[in-house]
T-cell receptor, first 113, second 114 residues
């Protein structure tokens, strides 16, 4: 089946820890995105990548980092610098270009203990 | 800065009703508009994509329209069913935002009761 997978489904982080969220796609899409969803605030863009080895900051990149070493993978690291990381994280991909439809993964719920 | 607003925030209807969800955006220079469905605790499922040059798109019982000049879109759901209960999100690409970025509304929570 073609699609986007995210792991883990649930993740718990202690104060001061870095954690990495996985996002993999087998759709052969060039562009990938990370969004954060908080109750009552909708989805906000963290980082996006239009092509391998290139990525740009979104609206709320502080405290996060990404890499794009392979076309199918776009992991997100939530660092200790992110002061309020508890949220639902969604990864998306598209063929590329502003006109293309974005497809989303099932999400990872991160909770800070 | 692009802003997207969805009205109403919540809607409860009896099964079988036709209903309309509204989405408005502040910058009409968009590339496209997408409607999504989200079930509790799940990811987003793309329902319809309307390019900026199009006026409407249809998929089964769903019909989405776009009036770019007035900054509005509607999602029409015909003959609603309990399985349609979910949160519906609209998002626009473009309008002064980063390349390919989607700007989302806060969603309409739909409940269809038997």
């Amino acid at each position: 089946d073609g699609g986007i997978t995210q792991s883990p489904k649930y993740l718990f982080r202690k104060e001061g820890q870095n954690v990495t969220l996985s996002c993999e796609q087998n759709l052969n899409h060039d562009a990938m995105y990370w969004y954060r969803q908080d109750p009552g605030q909708g989805l906000r863009l963290i980082y996006y990548s239009q092509i391998v080895n290139d990525f740009q900051k979104g609206d709320i990149a502080e405290g996060y980092s990404v890499s794009r070493e392979k076309k199918e993978s776009f992991p997100l690291t939530v660092t200790s610098a992110q002061k309020n990381p508890t949220a639902f994280y969604l990864c998306a991909s598209s063929v590329g270009g502003a006109y293309n439809e974005q497809f989303f993964g099932p999400g990872t719920r991160l909770t800070v203990l | 800065k692009q802003e997207v607003t969805q009205i109403p925030a919540a809607l409860s209807v009896p099964e079988g009703e036709n209903l309309v969800l509204n989405c408005s955006f502040t910058d009409s220079a968009i590339y496209n508009l997408q409607w999504f469905r989200q079930d509790p605790g799940k990811g987003l499922t793309s329902l319809l994509l309307i390019q900026s040059s199009q006026r409407e798109q249809t998929s089964g019982r769903l019909n989405a329209s776009l009036d770019k000049s007035s900054g509005r879109s509607t999602l029409y759901i015909a003959a609603s069913q309990p399985g349609d209960s979910a949160t519906y999100l609209c998002a626009v690409s473009g309008g002064g935002t980063s390349y390919g970025k989607l700007t989302f509304g806060q969603g309409t929570i739909l409940t269809v009761h038997p």
